[in-house]
């Protein structure tokens, strides 16, 4: 539709930036945020110094885990491990004769079996290469076992640690992304999952040990050493097995859902007991708010619980059904909202758990955005939107969420898969409004295709759609691959005879991207929404009175640059002898066909001059 701009004399010289952003001062999220994102920028940074080739292998498709058994035996004093790990999987490829598994260069295979015999492997790059007993076909099963030792390389970034605190030993594990391999051969992928795994751990008889699932047997050796198996009867993602031990005192909670109850067991240190617990015991709390929002809790037949660890190289890491916390975080003002972040991981990371590490916003995603949940449970959508407000640090945001997946920890964690991950959480629930959003994640969360499971972005979008019945690859393409963020260029127009107003939008993308985005409108007091599409958009809604205000995004919902109001501007007036040159900018609407000029003197009403339509940039009046 062309349009015609009627051109005042009277005009507006200065954009109009319309959106204005509130941090809230209590609880004060913007410290909290920055505490947290701080501590991102260090664990980057630590990251960084060890640059570790993350790579998989490529010949790993020919076998799909079913089961791992780990029975490792730490000796704290010399930090000396022995262990044997045993895998069964079933074969997926005909012919299959040689299979390949993750394990570091750093610590000695002695011995590799099938069936009672040793079999033929090398070992290099952190690949264990291994010749079967036999040729094996798709659906075979195969059991063999690795038995290995040595000393874990502590200086790496992620593996097995042996730390300290007043005085007292505390080895524990710390392997994402990738470093279940740095202490046991696997095939160390999100994408594989084992239907199960029992961990049997030997470590002296003074010591309390953390792992996952449930404590199903503990056996004093009479050697001064104890022995724990620990049984983890769910699917569970390598990265996510764990280990932590030391003196801990362990303070035990109960969650209750119906008729069913869960132990919740947080093993502390005895130095920071009164501290943990005035901060852990919100946690079932936090689990009968979060299974309202995502489903029941995933693990329900097992526990869920913290273990403390000293230099955990991470604020905390969400371990299956134990999240291991770092011990100098637990009187920070930001660890209650870390507590639910890692809760949340129980749902989307554990329970559904990333096919690939390219798609890692998705739990980081979905994990800081149930921070926001919480932040809104606790204080209403003030608590929400200040939150969401905390996240938005500008251009730090500007890189896209896709990521290498097979790049280092460094280039795979950072502030973007968090704090972007969850503004498109957030503007993916404006787009499809409160019912769809929260039917879309708990329908994602309950699927059985995805539970236990795996699941990628496109998983997410199908689900959405499917919820919603909209169509949403214009929403995941550009948030998930583009860089930077739209910002707006916007102009009115008003209709006496038809009631209207119509909105013309231009999005442009700050990297050059382009952005499509349904934008939150409000139009004298009264709320809309328009779709703004890449470049020019049109928008009517009815007007039945003058235009007295409009604001985008007020309760900011979209992650953008601003909104900068176009109005037609005067290069130049030039008067002379009773005549006056006008010249404008050229506008920025390409649907404007032309203009007409006003003329108001003291006292008097506008009138019109032109006769026809005034195309071009310039209007030579010779009557004034």
């Known amino acids: 539709m062309k349009r015609i701009i009627s051109f005042l004399m009277v005009l507006v010289l200065t954009p109009n930036f319309l959106l204005s952003k509130n941090i809230g001062t209590y609880p004060d999220y913007q410290k909290i945020i920055e505490s947290t994102n701080l501590n991102l920028q260090q664990q980057a940074k630590y990251y960084e110094q060890f640059r570790e080739v993350l790579g998989d292998s490529k010949n790993m498709d020919n076998y799909d885990v079913t089961y791992y058994k780990i029975d490792i035996n730490i000796n704290i004093d010399t930090e000396f491990i022995e262990s044997e790990i045993t895998m069964s999987a079933l074969i997926c490829e005909d012919q299959t004769a040689e299979i390949e598994m993750n394990f570091t260069n750093n610590l000695t295979v002695t011995d590799i079996q099938q069936n009672g015999t040793s079999l033929t492997f090398s070992h290099a790059d952190e690949i264990i290469t291994i010749q079967l007993d036999d040729t094996y ?16 390389d502590t200086k790496l970034s992620d593996g097995m640690k042996f730390e300290s605190h007043s005085g007292n030993p505390n080895v524990f594990t710390m392997v994402s992304p990738k470093g279940a391999r740095k202490w046991w051969p696997c095939k160390d992928t999100p994408a ?21 699932g449930l404590l199903i047997e503990h056996v004093n050796n009479g050697d001064g050493t104890v022995t724990d198996k620990w049984h983890e009867s769910y699917p569970i993602a390598t990265y996510l097995t764990s280990l932590a031990i030391t003196n801990y005192q362990i303070y035990s909670q109960i969650y209750t859902s119906g008729d069913e109850t869960m132990p919740i067991d947080h093993y502390l240190f005895p130095e920071l007991y009164d501290t943990c617990v005035n901060l852990f015991s919100i946690t079932p709390d936090m689990i009968t708010f979060f299974a309202s929002v995502y489903g029941e809790y995933p693990f329900l037949s097992e526990k869920y619980g913290h273990a403390l660890c000293a230099n955990l190289s991470c604020l905390a890491m969400e371990h ?8 100098g975080y637990v009187g920070d003002p930001g660890a209650e909202s870390t507590v639910a972040h890692e809760l949340a991981h129980q749902w989307a990371g554990d329970c559904l758990s990333i096919g690939s590490w390219a798609h890692v916003w998705l739990k980081e995603g979905f994990a800081r955005y149930s ?18 407000n905390a996240l938005d640090t500008g251009s730090n945001l500007d890189p896209c969420l896709y990521r290498d997946p097979d790049g280092s920890a460094s280039q795979i964690f950072n502030i973007v898969i968090y704090s972007k991950g969850a503004w498109t959480m957030h503007m993916l629930r404006s787009v499809l409004g409160d019912d769809d959003f929260f039917a879309t994640v708990y329908n994602l969360m309950q699927d059985p295709q995805y539970k236990y499971g795996n699941f990628l972005t496109d998983d997410l979008g199908d689900m959405a759609e499917s919820v919603s019945g909209m169509e949403l690859d214009w929403f995941f393409h550009e948030w998930f691959y583009n860089e930077g963020r739209p910002f707006y260029r916007f102009a009115t127009y008003t209709s ?101 000029i006003y003329r108001k003197q003291a006292g008097e009403e506008y009138i019109k001059i032109n006769s026809e339509t005034v195309t071009g940039i310039s209007y030579f009046d010779e009557n004034v």
């Open 192 to 212: 594989d999952k084992p239907d199960s795994l029992d961990i049997r751990i030997t470590y002296p008889e003074e010591y309390v040990c953390a792992s996952n």
């Open 320 to 327: 299956q059904t134990c999240t291991s916390f770092r011990s």
């Open 496 to 596: 006496d005879i038809e009631d209207s107003l119509i909105i013309t939008t231009q999005s442009e993308g700050t990297h050059g991207y382009n952005f499509a985005m349904c934008l939150p409108v409000c139009v004298n007091g009264n709320e809309h929404s328009i779709f703004a599409d890449s470049g020019f958009s049109y928008n009517t809604l009815p007007l039945a009175s003058t235009l007295d205000s409009l604001l985008f995004d007020t309760d900011n919902w979209v992650l953008d640059g601003g909104y900068n109001e176009m109005v037609p501007i005067l290069d130049e007036i030039e008067a002379s002898r009773g005549s006056i040159l006008l010249v404008w900018q050229d506008f920025f609407d390409p649907q404007i066909e032309g203009f007409n």
């Open 371 to 388: 921070e926001a949940l919480w932040a809104e449970y606790l204080y209403g959508t003030q608590g929400l939107h200040d939150f969401m």
């Open 137 to 152: 076909n798709i659906d075979n099963m195969i059991e063999i076992s690795i038995q290995y030792e040595g000393f874990p």
